[in-house]
Nanobody, 121 residues
Framework: QVQLKESGGGLVQAGGSLRLSCAAS????????MGWFRQAPGKEREFVAA????????STADSVKGRFTISRDYVRLLAYLQMNSLKPEDTAAYYC??????????????WGQGTQITVTS
């Protein structure tokens, strides 16, 4: 079983930057995609970005494209989400996830506990 642990959340002013980290441990074989989702209060969880451990595929939601960048360190089993030019509407709980994919769709089957990002105006 894979375990995921996020870190790096917090409070930031609009226009600022944060970097989230996600550490994977356990039996990661078969879970070859790492990604991030977010959920704001009263809204559904939405996809943010995903990347394969091999780095040969990545996807980013249009709402954050150009501001957020996903990356990974396969040796250390870490995934990162660099968030720049943050906006108040980016305020949400951010969840790390891992799983597979069908074409361009990330299909997670393991989730982290989440970390809160609050962007003030």
């Amino acid at each position: 079983q894979v375990q995921l642990k996020e870190s790096g959340g917090g409070l930031v002013q609009a226009g600022g930057s944060l970097r989230l980290s996600c550490a994977a441990s356990g039996r990661t074989f078969g879970n070859y995609v790492m990604g991030w989702f977010r959920q704001a209060p009263g809204k559904e969880r939405e996809f943010v970005a995903a990347i394969t451990w091999s780095g040969d595929w990545a996807s980013t939601a249009d709402s954050v494209k150009g501001r957020f960048t996903i990356s990974r360190d396969y040796v250390r089993l870490l995934a990162y989400l660099q968030m720049n030019s943050l906006k108040p509407e980016d305020t949400a709980a951010y969840y790390c996830a891992t799983g597979g994919r069908s074409g361009t769709v990330f299909n997670p089957n393991v989730w982290g506990q989440g970390t809160q990002i609050t962007v003030t105006s």
